[in-house]
């Protein structure tokens, strides 16, 4: 880097500005990935919360699955009996909105993604605060969403359609969701009532459905011989992501959008590093003519490269880290080491290759334009 | 123009054993209709701490002269030696290995680094040869008082006048002790008393270091420090 550093100290006006965009990239980068990390975890913390494997849909349910699916005890039992399974417990899904009718937020809406799980079930809650989840007691456990809001353990809440009661009986102290509303996880009958929107006894058929059935399969479980004996299609945990509402239209928006904007910056870097070869071509010859290989140039190009991204990047990520931490709470925003480093990373991968381009130019330069006659 | 060649000098016909030896190098430039024979049938010998000068007006094939003889461009036909090594038989990359080692080059306008110190133009050949250490700044700092740019040590080249960048150039040239130092038109940039002085300076670091220098210029002027002067004319040396 004998040319590098020298080069960076006297144009220093010239590489100030470049890094200044660079790290305003970064910055965006970070912004960026942090909305991505808190919308999905507004989308689908809840789900991803659940120790389960896989989830089996009713197979005519192919999109929306969540809300379009209907698995009957029948269901459960079979995939119970399957090789390889571990665990197939009913897990039911709805979106529902409630009042406090008891409590210090009296009179307030709450929205509520209700989880539906039998108390003895793998997934039951175990509360922070308060009691665990009893079948048959219409309690519920809230977590730290709903929390938020001004619930608090002992309040009631008052379901909209079906009038039910929703004693809070108990608190998870974790951020939990789906579909940016806080979850809730209820016991099966519970649920079934929210879900049906029906008060009083249900309907004999309805008192033995769920959404899914929630698995946990050891490698090599028959799924297709259950899928096949139950009329339902079995999903990793992560392909239900999709099925949350509205989760795979953001995270391919948000895919899109940090795609432009390191194609942008691998784009601007080049152009820069277009320039300043261009610019540099009659030192370029100069040291070829003294007997410098197109290596040592590229390597000392390729070394200010790198020290402009690095020293860029890490500046803007900073700045970017701390911006992002007055947005937690206020935006869908949550950020995460690996998610901040692949970001910076990507941006300094795809500005190089941005650079390497524009600087293969050096190859191409003849040393015989050093003599003043040749220029 | 004639030809004034030194007494103590051989003429490159009778020179036998110099540093640098072109035989019989021709180059031709261009294809076709557009071909220019830049050198034709070149015969020159230069032996270590001789100064030869080779005049011409633009066009009569100087330049082509020090780039065949520096590496930089391959003759279409003969050959050229710098230090014993054959250059024409060799790859770009062992030409640039050995112009790296055995070849200075001095240019017009100097052509020193913008970003660089005189003290760091002259550690960068050694730096691209991977043998910057002590001995090379202790070196450094002996060339550039040699050709009195200490108290200029730690300028850039927009610091310097005409004459001073010359100088550092010249110094840079002499750096990893070439065999052989190519001078292009080192007083275009100079007045009459910056370019006698820079070219006597040449003359001198020739003899007290023993390299073959090949100076090529258009100023008749300046001449008279050189061992020995050739005239080139449509790429014939006489």
């Known amino acids: 880097m004998f040319l590098a550093l020298r080069d960076l100290r006297f144009a220093r006006g010239r590489f100030a500005l470049m890094s200044a965009v660079v790290a305003l990239i970064a910055v965006l980068g970070v912004l960026l990935s942090g909305l991505a990390s808190g919308l999905a975890d507004a989308g689908i913390s809840g789900l991803r919360a659940l120790p389960v494997t896989h989830m089996a849909f009713d ?10 699916s209907t698995v009957e005890e029948k269901d459960w039992q079979e995939w119970s009996k399957t090789p390889g399974v571990e665990r197939a417990e009913p897990f039911g899904n709805t979106l529902a909105s409630a009042e406090v009718t ?35 007691r219409a309690g519920i456990v809230i977590s730290q969403e709903i929390a938020d809001l001004g619930v608090r353990v002992g309040d009631v809440l008052t379901a909209d359609k079906s009038g039910v009661r929703l004693k809070v ?90 795609g432009f904007l390191y194609a942008i910056s691998a784009l601007v870097v080049g152009a820069f590093f277009t320039v300043w070869t261009v610019q540099r071509k009659s030192e370029i010859a100069l040291l070829k003519a003294l007997g410098a290989s197109t290596g040592y140039i590229l390597r000392d190009a390729l070394a200010q490269v790198v020290a402009v991204l690095v020293g860029a990047t890490v500046t803007g990520t900073a700045v970017g880290l701390a911006l992002g931490s007055a947005m937690i709470g206020k935006a869908p925003f949550s950020l995460s080491a690996p ?37 | 123009m004639t030809t004034s060649v030194s007494d103590r000098q051989a003429t490159p016909e009778t020179a036998g054993s110099g540093e640098l030896r072109l035989d019989d190098v021709s180059l031709t430039l261009g294809d076709g209709d557009a071909a220019v024979t830049a050198l034709d049938h070149v015969d020159l010998s230069v032996a270590p701490g001789e100064f030869v000068a080779v005049v011409g007006p633009s066009g009569s094939g100087k330049s082509s002269l020090l780039a065949v003889a520096g ?15 054959e250059l024409t038989g060799l790859s770009d990359k062992q030409r640039t290995a050995a112009r790296r080692h055995h070849v200075g080059f001095v240019f017009q306008q100097s052509n020193l680094l913008a970003s660089l110190t005189v003290l760091e133009q002259l550690l960068l050949p050694l730096h691209i040869d991977g043998r910057l ?61 910056r370019s006698a002085e820079a070219v006597r300076l040449i003359a001198e670091q020739t003899h007290e270091r023993g390299t073959a220098t ?25």
Do not use: C
């Open chain 2, 71 to 85: 590496g930089l461009q391959r003759p279409t036909s003969g050959t050229v030696r710098v230090a014993g090594a």
């Open chain 1, 339 to 375: 998610a901040v480093a692949t970001s910076s990373g990507l941006l300094i991968a795809l500005g190089t290759v941005g650079a390497v381009v524009a600087v293969r130019r050096i190859t191409a330069v003849d040393p015989l334009t050093a003599l003043g006659a040749a220029r």
């Open chain 1, 169 to 258: 009986v108990g608190l998870v102290e974790e951020t939990v969701s789906y579909g940016h509303i806080g979850a809730v996880y209820a016991d099966l009958d519970t649920w079934r009532h929210l879900h049906y929107g029906l008060p009083g006894d249900l309907p004999e058929a309805a008192s033995r459905q769920a959404t899914a059935v929630a698995l946990s399969l050891k490698p090599g479980a028959d799924i297709a011989a259950a899928e096949k004996a139950t009329a339902t299609r079995a999903e990793t945990k992560e392909a239900t992501f999709d099925a949350s509402p509205g989760y795979a239209a953001e995270s391919s928006t948000m895919t899109l959008i940090m």
């Open chain 1, 102 to 136: 008891q409590g210090s937020k009296k009179g307030e809406q709450v929205n509520l993604a209700v989880f539906g799980m039998a108390p003895d079930s793998s997934m039951a809650p175990t509360p922070n605060e308060g009691e665990g989840l009893e079948e048959g």
């Open chain 1, 59 to 68: 197979e005519k349910a192919t999109s929306e699955q969540f809300s379009r």
């Open chain 2, 133 to 193: 250490d002590t001995a090379a700044r202790t070196r450094a700092a002996e060339l550039i008082d040699a050709v009195g740019l200490t108290h200029r040590t730690a300028s850039r080249p927009h610091q310097l006048s005409g004459g001073e960048r010359q100088r550092a150039g010249l110094a840079r040239a002499l750096m990893t002790s070439p065999a052989v130092l190519l001078v292009d038109e080192p007083t275009s940039a100079l007045d009459r008393v």
């Open chain 2, 214 to 238: 090949v100076m090529v210029t258009h100023e008749t002027a300046i001449m008279d420090a050189a061992d020995r002067v050739h005239e080139m004319v449509d790429g014939r040396l006489s």
